[in-house]
Nanobody, 126 residues
Framework: QWRLVESGGGSVQPGGSLRLSCTAS????????VGWFRQAPGKEREGVSY????????NYADSVKGRFTISKDTAKNTVYLQMNSLKPEDTAVYYC???????????????????WGQGTQVTVSS
């Protein structure tokens, strides 16, 4: 039985940092690309970051470039999203999703991903 579990969310002041983790069971991140998405209240789910199956390609939404970093630890079957210089507009539920054998480097739309986690809340507020 597959499962993706996000963790590391929380409340932080503007300018602060958080590191989100997405840990898989029942599937190997060595065979999957992983995307991070977020959804704020009343808004559509948007892509934040992507890492390819091999881990050699990454991609970021313009809104987070230079502030967020995605990485993959295949041995731990975990993908991380390091979020620095957080802004109030980063407030959302963050989801990770897995896409089988993808290496094209593009942050594909949500409907192209095969598996999803339950999400973790990130709140940036003073």
């Amino acid at each position: 039985q597959w499962r993706l579990v996000e963790s590391g969310g929380g409340s932080v002041q503007p300018g602060g940092s958080l590191r989100l983790s997405c840990t898989a069971s029942g599937l190997s991140f060595g065979l999957y690309a992983v995307g991070w998405f977020r959804q704020a209240p009343g808004k559509e789910r948007e892509g934040v970051s992507y890492i390819s199956t091999s881990g050699s390609s990454t991609n970021y939404a313009d809104s987070v470039k230079g502030r967020f970093t995605i990485s993959k630890d295949t041995a731990k079957n975990t993908v991380y999203l390091q979020m620095n210089s957080l802004k109030p507009e980063d407030t959302a539920v963050y989801y990770c999703a897995a896409k089988y054998r993808d290496s094209d480097g593009n942050l594909a739309p949500p409907n192209e991903y095969d598996y999803w986690g339950q999400g973790t809340q990130v709140t940036v507020s003073s």
